[in-house]
């Protein structure tokens, strides 16, 4: 089927950056679109960003002016840059692939910041 293998987690800062990065193999074909969702402790999982397979983007509401999702369609790679993190934004952070019906799910990468 398809992996998806998330890495770029970590601990930082409150104002501070990560870039996470999640790689996709086994079958990739008709992927029609990878994003990313986080999942705070109490809280439902949320979606953060996505991009299709045109490459247009968008944007959770909160996400908007402090993280970017971009993709590498060589190596079927898609990243999220987090920017001016607060600690509202701890959670562990999922990627996320839609390939035709199915959908698929990375394991996870913890972010937590501090104050």
């Known amino acids: 089927q398809l992996q998806l293998v998330e890495s770029g987690g970590g601990l930082v800062q409150d104002g501070g950056s990560l870039r996470l990065s999640c790689a996709a193999s086994g079958r990739i074909s008709a992927i029609n679109a990878m994003g990313w969702y986080r999942q705070a402790p109490g809280k439902q999982r949320e979606w953060v960003a996505s991009i299709t397979r045109d490459g247009s983007t968008n944007y959770a509401d909160y996400a908007k002016g402090r993280f970017t999702i971009s993709r590498d369609n060589a190596k079927i790679t898609v990243y999220l840059q987090m920017n001016s993190l607060k600690p509202e934004d701890t959670a562990v952070y999922y990627c996320?692939?839609?390939?035709?019906?199915?959908?698929?799910w990375g394991q996870g990468t913890q972010v937590t910041v501090s104050s």
């Open positions: 996320n692939v839609r390939q035709m019906s199915l959908t698929y």
